[in-house]
């Protein structure tokens, strides 16, 4: 009897209100517990959902855009053992060899009489004029139901065509580049002789591949890299590589996580899975261990060092929020071109009127800090600098002002740096500024943020003014374009004209993203900011 089960979304951690940007299964597909079924991507983390249970996918109840949280039924799966996925079991099993003859047809075996076939791209959800980023087949090319044709590439997701029909490929009907939608046909496949026997190998079929599938298996005992032990199979899944390169690469032992990718937006592609295999052949051959391809950003990955020969070592694994802030930070160092402007801020008066607050404020249950008038003089700052208060979009070409004022705030918890966001700054008084400080601190330390709290910043402080330091560069807290960096205030002698009198002068740190802000305009935003400090009440006029 069979059995249907609603496969939910797990425990995700604090995030709610995911995107899916990618979808890995279909109805039909066998699955085995761990399997990733699909890709869900915050503004902090990509992560995979896998399968619970073996089973079989009986229905989608999601597509790729729509958001979901822990709990929200993701897909329908036919547990393992049922009488229907037996039956896709043998459809899928391969052909019985000559010296094992058999009664029954061949399970790929397709209608006996000759036919043309149009297969066409099947319902892909709300995606329409989506382009081809890579064509598997070619004229006279064997083909087997569900095998893969071209793949398509979304600005959400990727995904293959397969073949609906057993055959031979007559015409290819379109090509990379070209921009198609549901019920596009894509090739003309000749049912004639009705079995395809042989499962073909997308992009496999030319002698120097053939030669590449064969040569590592011969040469997998002398190389590291072709050893399938050594698969980092987290790693593995969010390699950026179609489902049909992914298998690929499994079939010969090949590590994705340590290629770079030479397709669009650094996918990887066979090609590059062939030359990886070749370089690692050829290393093994000469007596050279082989060393790990260059990272997508074309920058060789960090040679792995065993540490335990120096001495007693301890291995820990990093907290979740350095894991994903790692990534984050990774990826706006390669992608920004930040500059960084140093100066210093006469507070004298400002601190002085926080004193005369403190005794105020602490009747009203509220810690008044420094970092609360700073908050509000950056928001009046920022309606006078609007290009600091914006984002690019991601081709580039385009600047988004922000009409909001919602400051970030990093915060130093022990598991990492999160930035709650406050927001409404320019609407809110110190006092109130002070109290979200407090409570959004709090919560930081607790781990009680949610995506919400940590989303839609103008620009970010980081302040290490209860640490020390003199002066440091922080990195821009993309999207936004900006970010203020504050350390230790410090008495110093400042000349006046007649003498030297003792000021309290407070360092700031502005680092901005170059494409968008010039030196002279960072000059002057951080010499305005000094105006607001220095003298608070121009927060007023």
């Known amino acids: ?12 951690g604090d995030f709610s209100d995911v995107e899916i940007i990618e979808i890995l299964v279909k109805p039909g597909d066998s699955l085995k517990a761990e399997d990733p079924v699909m890709t869900l991507e915050s503004d902090k983390a990509t992560m995979d959902v896998p399968c619970p249970e073996d089973g079989q996918v009986a229905e989608l109840l999601v597509k790729v855009g729509d958001r979901v949280a822990e709990g929200t039924p993701i897909l329908k799966l036919q547990a393992a053992g049922t009488s229907e996925q037996a039956a896709t079991e043998v459809a899928q099993a391969p052909t019985p060899s000559a010296s094992a003859p058999s009664t029954d047809p061949a399970p790929t075996s397709g209608p006996v009489a000759s036919a043309s076939v149009d ?36 600005d959400k997701a990727t995904m293959e065509v397969p073949s609906s029909d057993a055959g031979t490929i007559e015409t290819v009907l379109v090509k990379v580049g070209d921009r198609i939608s549901a019920g596009t046909a894509v090739v003309r496949l000749s049912t004639s002789g009705g079995v ?14 053939a030669k590449a599938d064969s040569a590592p298996v011969q040469a997998a005992p002398t190389s590291s890299a072709a050893e399938p032990s050594k698969i980092d199979e987290t790693a593995f899944r969010k390699a950026h590589a179609s489902p049909s390169v992914r298998k690929f690469a499994r079939e ?6 340590k290629l770079s990718g030479s397709g669009r937006k650094n996918r990887i592609t066979k090609e590059d899975v062939q030359n990886y295999v070749k370089q690692a052949v050829t290393k093994a051959e000469s007596g050279v261990a082989a060393t790990p391809a260059a990272s997508g950003s074309g920058i060789p990955a960090m040679p792995e060092v065993d540490f335990s020969k120096f001495g007693e070592i301890e291995t820990q694994d990093l907290p979740r929020i350095k894991k994903i802030s790692g990534k984050n930070l990774h990826r706006v160092w390669l992608n920004i071109p930040a500059v960084t402007h140093h100066d210093e801020v006469d507070i004298t008066d400002l601190e002085n009127f926080r004193k005369e607050l403190k005794d105020e404020a602490a009747k009203q249950g509220v810690r008044i800090t420094l970092l609360a008038f700073i908050m509000k003089a950056l928001a009046a700052n920022l309606k006078q600098f609007p290009t600091f208060n914006s984002s690019l979009t991601p081709d580039g070409e385009r600047l988004i002002l922000k009409k909001y004022f919602h400051i970030g705030v990093a915060v130093d918890t022990p598991n990492g740096l999160v930035v709650p966001v406050i927001r409404d700054v320019d609407q809110k008084s110190v006092y109130d500024l002070a109290r979200d400080l407090g409570e959004m601190s709090v919560k930081a330390r607790d781990g009680k ?20 330091g003199t002066a440091f560069t922080p990195l821009v807290n993309a999207p936004e374009v900006a970010i203020l960096g504050l350390t230790r205030s410090r008495m110093q002698p400042v000349w006046n004209g007649k003498e030297f009198i003792p000021r309290l002068m407070q360092p700031v740190d502005v680092s901005y993203d170059h494409r968008v802000i010039d030196g002279a305009e960072a000059a002057r935003f951080v010499a305005s900011l000094g105006k607001y400090l220095t003298d608070i009440r121009r927060v007023l006029l």
Do not use: C, H, W
């Open 449 to 468: 943020l949610k995506s919400q709290d940590m989303q839609g910043g103008s620009m970010t402080i980081s302040s290490l003014g209860g640490i020390g």
């Open 1 to 12: 009897m069979s059995t249907i089960k609603e496969i939910k979304v797990p425990d995700i």
């Open 252 to 257: 010969l032992g090949v590590d994705l996580s």
């Open 119 to 154: 297969v066409i791209v099947p319902d892909i959800g709300d995606f329409e004029d989506v382009e081809i980023i890579e064509v598997f087949v070619k004229p006279g090319d064997a083909v087997n139901v569900e095998d893969p044709l071209i793949t398509l590439e979304s």
């Open 196 to 209: 395809a026997t042989v499962p073909s190998v997308p992009a496999a079929s030319t002698p120097e591949v």
